[in-house]
Each structure stands twice: as structure tokens, then as C-alpha cells.
């Protein structure tokens, strides 16, 4: 499927795509390698940020999908997942992330901003 969003990760070495099909793929920057591909949902995918370790993406129904991202095995591993939108997610632009309260805000196809705070999820993953 057409990819909806990329994101570098914070080091560079990796690029992280999502497609309107529901895959999410990680790339090595310097080579196009895929390291990892997982079909988190059958929606579409519509946003991704990678903050950290941490993958998250969002699709077509409102849900949230965080990974978190193990450098020495090059793979993603699912940590979290939970509706946060009362409708689709938009395209691109739907996620953004203030690290210094570790608050998500997720836009939404209903005309709103949801915000949650992600500071127990990421603490609990943090090792």
C-alpha cells in the first residue's frame, strides 16, 4: 500500500514507514534494508513518531500502537496499544509527543485533541 508517514529515528541510523495497508516498516537509513515489518492493524496506519526507543503510530480507527525499539536485536517489540481517538487518526500529522511531561496528543477526524499522559507506560518499558 502507499506509505502514509516516515520518521527518522532520533539517532538517524533507522527510518520508520507506515502504509495505508496497516504494515509498519523499520529501514536502515544507509541502505533501504528492512529490519522489521509487522501489521499491527487491519486500518490503515495514518501517523508515526519515534521518540526515544519508542515507535508510535496511530490508524484509521483511533487506535494507538507503541513499540519500543531493541537496537542490539534490530526489531520492534509491541509494548502498549489503546484507542485514543473517537474517530481516524490523520494522516501524517495525527501524533505528537512532549517528552518533558511524556504527553501524547493525538488528533482526531471528530474535530478534536486528545492528550494522555504516557509517563507510566514508558517507565514500566524503560529498562
Same mark, same amino acid.
Given at each position: 500500500?502507499d506509505?502514509?508517514?516516515?520518521?527518522?529515528?532520533?539517532?538517524g541510523?533507522y527510518?520508520?514507514?507506515?502504509?495505508?495497508?496497516?504494515?509498519?516498516?523499520?529501514?536502515?537509513?544507509?541502505?533501504?534494508?528492512?529490519?522489521?515489518?509487522?501489521?499491527?492493524?487491519?486500518?490503515? #496506519?495514518?501517523? *508515526?513518531?519515534?521518540?526515544?526507543? @519508542?515507535?508510535? +503510530?496511530? !490508524? %484509521? &480507527? $483511533?487506535?494507538?500502537?507503541?513499540?519500543?525499539?531493541?537496537?542490539?536485536d534490530?526489531?520492534?517489540?509491541?509494548?502498549?496499544?489503546?484507542?485514543?481517538?473517537?474517530?481516524?487518526?490523520?494522516i501524517?500529522?495525527g501524533?505528537s509527543?512532549?517528552?518533558?511531561?511524556? #504527553?501524547?496528543? *493525538?488528533?482526531?477526524?471528530?474535530? @478534536?485533541?486528545? +492528550?494522555? !499522559? %504516557? &509517563? $507510566?507506560?514508558?517507565?514500566?518499558?524503560?529498562?
Open positions: 500500500g506509505v502514509g508517514d516516515v520518521y527518522f529515528s532520533p539517532n541510523k527510518i520508520v514507514a507506515i502504509t495505508e495497508a496497516g504494515l509498519l516498516y523499520v529501514l536502515k537509513t544507509e541502505n533501504g534494508k528492512i529490519l522489521f515489518k509487522h501489521k499491527p492493524s487491519i486500518n490503515g #496506519l495514518e501517523s *508515526v513518531i519515534w521518540i526515544g526507543k @519508542y515507535i508510535i +503510530t496511530g !490508524d %484509521l &480507527s $483511533g487506535t494507538v500502537y507503541i513499540y519500543i525499539w531493541l537496537d542490539n534490530g526489531k520492534a517489540e509491541m509494548v502498549y496499544t489503546f484507542n485514543a481517538a473517537r474517530e481516524g487518526i490523520p501524517s500529522y501524533l509527543f512532549n517528552p518533558k511531561y511524556d #504527553l501524547l496528543a *493525538v488528533a482526531s477526524g471528530d474535530g @478534536y485533541v486528545y +492528550t494522555y !499522559d %504516557l &509517563s $507510566g507506560i514508558l517507565r514500566e518499558h524503560s529498562t
